[in-house]
T-cell receptor, first 113, second 113 residues
């Protein structure tokens, strides 16, 4: 199955700033997915990122707050903008791997102070 | 109604017992079903996938799918303390068929020595 390298693994950010999270996959994939996992909660899909097109956002998530780039078939970034303490969560990227199901990156633990 | 529902637990079983985890989903067009295990502070790890009605066994794990009842379950035989984790049911391939993976809220399993 694919190997996903996600960076940074954790960060502490000031209110009002932004954090950009990177995911690099060791093989070409059509779709990449970005999830948020709030403390004690399950995973909530933020958006689906296809190469060469705008990301598709789920209800409750907007591009101004969570801009996504997908410049090629192995890489994507998620930016969490204008940070507030409510954005403190774990953010994960994921790719679909056919029979292997969906593989996840190791996650980025964001703390906003 | 949530798209994927699980009992959040915690489900507590003694070591060596069978743990039974259940999940229901709302989109009758769903096609692929997954069980992930997530240890605290870690990203989800795929343990079972199932695509057709019936049972699928892999070692101590058995996944059961009943599409007519929109029900998926996971049985863990000979439960070990190392099985203590949160188990996430996830579903994809619904009516919109966008490939996105939707998670239930997860069931926390505690296996007591």
């Amino acid at each position: 199955s694919a190997v996903i390298s996600q960076k940074p693994s954790r960060d502490i950010c000031q209110r009002g700033t932004s954090l950009t999270i990177q995911c690099q996959v060791d093989s070409q994939v059509t779709m990449m997915f970005w999830y948020r996992q709030q403390p004690g909660q399950s995973l909530t899909l933020i958006a689906t990122a296809n190469q060469g097109s705008e990301a598709t956002y789920e209800s409750g998530f907007v591009i101004d707050k969570f801009p996504i780039s997908r410049p090629n078939l192995t890489f994507s970034t998620l930016t969490v903008s204008n940070l507030s303490p409510e954005d403190s969560s774990i953010y994960l990227c994921s790719v679909q791997q056919g029979l292997y199901g969906y593989t996840f990156g190791s996650g980025t633990r964001l703390t906003v102070v | 109604q949530k798209e994927v529902e699980q009992n959040s637990g915690p489900l507590s079983v003694p070591e060596g017992a069978i743990a039974s985890l259940n999940c229901t989903y709302s989109d009758r067009g769903s096609q692929s079903f997954f069980w992930y295990r997530q240890y605290s502070g870690k990203s989800p790890e795929l343990i079972m996938s199932i695509y057709s009605n019936g049972d699928k066994e892999d070692g101590r794990f058995t996944a059961q799918l009943n599409k007519a009842s929109q029900y998926v379950s996971l049985l863990i035989r000979d439960s070990q303390p190392s099985d203590s984790a949160t188990y996430l049911c996830a579903v994809t391939g619904g009516s919109s068929n966008t490939g996105k993976l939707i998670f239930g809220q997860g069931t926390t399993l505690q296996v007591k020595p």
